[in-house]
């Protein structure tokens, strides 16, 4: 059964916002009926900052009855020994939240380092019980399924290990072939980690990173084939974590709850 993860990055100190409640987060995630929450990196640094520890964060998850499905996340590149060092202090966070996959990308052209990195930081993950989850996006060297197919078999990494997210489909090249499309109903369930749900207008510009992360609409307000791209993954057979994420600077202001419950709102009828 579809479950939904409260992604929460939109409020998050890597995108500007100063004052991340990852307490209201929770408890907006437990109000409006999500199963799952993610947290980024740089937003739990802020939290045991100002408001309390790791273990406290996850009595305030436990508390709301909230699992940890990732942390976010793991830049991959050609610096091998750096990769490691990073992946072993991100896991061991999400160890403590109990968190399912350490999200990552690609930010070097992929070579043998940067397979190599992957292949270190999938052990990194396993040895702790979690998986490496690879997300592929328009504007970085993994921007395709089919790239990421290759690094994965090229790493030896086998698992739930693709994270398929709506904006970077529909604004990569999967998105604008009949051939990116066939790559999508040809990813195995049992190889999705889980998927971002989100929607976008036309582009404005060519600034497809300022586009990704300040202007996506709530599904069903824009102009992706959210239905097409839903219908075809849960074809496949998937029927797991779906986690509506919203980057949008015309939001960060708004009640926390009021975007979480919206959210659900929208997303739901396309899964369910």
Same mark, same amino acid.
């Given at each position: 059964?579809?479950?939904?993860?409260?992604?929460?990055?939109?409020? =998050?100190?890597?995108?500007?916002?100063?004052?991340? @409640?990852?307490?209201?987060?929770?408890?907006?995630? #437990?109000?409006?009926?999500?199963?799952?929450? =993610? !947290?980024?990196?740089?937003?739990?640094?802020?939290?045991?900052?100002?408001?309390?520890?790791?273990?406290?964060?996850?009595?305030?998850?436990?508390?709301?009855?909230?699992?940890?499905?990732?942390?976010? =996340?793991?830049?991959?590149?050609?610096?091998?020994?750096?990769?490691?060092?990073?992946?072993?202090?991100?896991?061991? +966070?999400?160890?403590?939240?109990?968190?399912?996959?350490?999200?990552?990308?690609? +930010?070097?052209?992929? @070579?043998?380092?940067? +397979?190599?990195?992957?292949?270190?930081?999938? &052990?990194?993950?396993?040895?702790?019980?979690?998986?490496?989850?690879?997300?592929?996006? $328009?504007?970085?060297?993994?921007?395709?399924?089919?790239?990421?197919?290759?690094? &994965?078999?090229?790493?030896?990494?086998?698992?739930?290990?693709?994270? +398929?997210?709506?904006?970077? !489909?529909?604004? #990569?090249?999967?998105?604008?072939?009949?051939?990116?499309?066939?790559?999508?109903?040809?990813? $195995?369930?049992?190889?999705?980690?889980?998927?971002?749900?989100?929607?976008?207008? $036309? &582009?404005?510009?060519?600034?497809?990173?300022?586009?990704?992360?300040?202007?996506?609409?709530?599904?069903?307000?824009?102009?992706?084939?959210?239905?097409?791209?839903? @219908?075809?993954?849960?074809?496949?057979?998937?029927?797991?974590?779906?986690?509506?994420? *919203? &980057?949008?600077?015309?939001?960060?202001? *708004?009640?926390?709850?009021?975007?979480?419950?919206?959210?659900?709102?929208?997303?739901?009828?396309?899964?369910?």
């Amino acid at each position: 059964m579809i479950e939904f993860c409260f992604e929460t990055v939109n409020w =998050s100190p890597y995108l500007g916002f100063e004052n991340p @409640d990852l307490s209201a987060m929770i408890r907006a995630a #437990g109000a409006t009926g999500y199963r799952w929450i =993610s !947290f980024d990196l740089p937003s739990i640094a802020h939290y045991v900052a100002h408001y309390g520890t790791i273990e406290t964060l996850r009595e305030e998850l436990d508390g709301q009855g909230l699992k940890m499905l990732a942390v976010h =996340s793991l830049s991959i590149n050609d610096d091998v020994c750096g990769v490691e060092a990073l992946a072993r202090s991100a896991v061991e +966070i999400g160890r403590k939240l109990g968190a399912v996959y350490l999200h990552a990308g690609v +930010i070097a052209p992929i @070579d043998a380092q940067v +397979i190599e990195a992957t292949r270190c930081a999938n &052990l990194i993950c396993r040895d702790a019980d979690q998986e490496l989850a690879l997300e592929f996006l $328009p504007f970085l060297p993994l921007a395709t399924i089919g790239q990421t197919h290759d690094l &994965l078999n090229a790493s030896g990494v086998t698992g739930r290990n693709f994270v +398929i997210d709506s904006w970077h !489909f529909f604004n #990569g090249p999967d998105g604008r072939s009949p051939e990116g499309w066939k790559a999508l109903s040809a990813i $195995p369930p049992d190889r999705i980690a889980y998927v971002q749900f989100n929607d976008h207008g $036309p &582009l404005d510009g060519d600034d497809l990173l300022s586009e990704t992360i300040h202007k996506r609409l709530m599904p069903g307000a824009g102009i992706f084939d959210l239905k097409q791209f839903a @219908d075809r993954i849960k074809a496949s057979g998937f029927d797991g974590i779906v986690g509506p994420e *919203l &980057l949008s600077s015309a939001t960060r202001d *708004l009640p926390v709850i009021e975007v979480a419950k919206r959210l659900m709102e929208t997303t739901e009828p396309y899964w369910l």
